[in-house]
């Protein structure tokens, strides 16, 4: 089945313990994307990368690093976890981007507490 | 820089009727994407819809249109023959590269029996 799977879908933290949420997807896709989801703010994209190596910054990537290793794979690593940190991600992917696809296959979210 | 607005927090329906979301957009892009997603209480997001800012012809998607202004830069998602099913977040977006997406402030649709 094709998917986007995200680990851990919840997670109780303390402020500067360093976390890493997984997300893996088994659709050979180029693009891959992390966003955070807020009340009344949507879903703002934190990195992506359009393929193995390339990384980039969205609108919001304070306080986190991200990796491109393999295809596969983008893990998002939260170094030194703060309150304000604490929200719903989605980790996303497409074949070869956003626009030209029109569709980003979703993961079904992480849930982040840090206290 | 891309900006999605949506307007309404949250509506109402009555169930077998039709809803309109509005949705604007600002970009200074010629080329450009534009995409409704739903996000049900079980908090997965799903894709609804795309029109591309070239396409003469504005999307459908079975119950889902999307009514494409260009001039208004406006993107409404109309949902015909509301369903209980259709209770759900819903969220309009936009891509003007290939690469970033973003996301508007969502609106609640609750259908009632």
């Known amino acids: 089945e094709a998917q986007v799977t995200q680990n851990p879908r919840y997670l109780i933290t303390v402020t500067g313990k360093k976390l890493t949420v997984t997300c893996s997807q088994n659709?050979?896709?180029?693009?891959m994307s992390w966003y955070r989801q807020d009340p009344g703010l949507g879903l703002r994209q934190i990195y992506y990368?359009?393929?193995?190596?390339?990384?980039d910054k969205g609108d919001v990537p304070e306080g986190y690093k991200v990796s491109r290793k393999e295809k596969r794979n983008f893990p998002l690593i939260l170094e030194s976890p703060s309150p304000n940190q604490t929200s719903l991600y989605f980790c996303a992917s497409s074949l070869d981007g956003t626009a030209n696809t029109g569709e980003l296959f979703f993961g079904e979210g992480s849930r982040l507490t840090v206290l | 820089a891309q900006k999605i607005t949506q307007t309404q927090p949250g509506m109402f329906v009555q169930e077998k009727e039709a809803v309109t979301l509005d949705c604007t957009y600002d970009t200074s892009d010629p080329s450009y994407g534009l995409f409704w997603y739903k996000q049900p209480s079980s908090g997965e997001m799903i894709f609804l819809i795309y029109q591309g800012s070239y396409d003469q012809q504005n999307a459908t998607e079975g119950r889902y249109s999307l009514n494409f202004q260009k001039a208004r830069k406006s993107a409404n998602l109309v949902i015909s023959a509301s369903q209980l099913g259709d209770s759900a977040m819903y969220f309009c977006a936009m891509s003007a590269n290939d690469y970033k997406l973003s996301f508007g402030a969502g609106t609640t649709v609750t259908v009632r029996a």
């Open positions: 990368s359009m393929n193995v190596e390339v990384t």
């Open positions: 659709m050979n896709h180029e693009y």
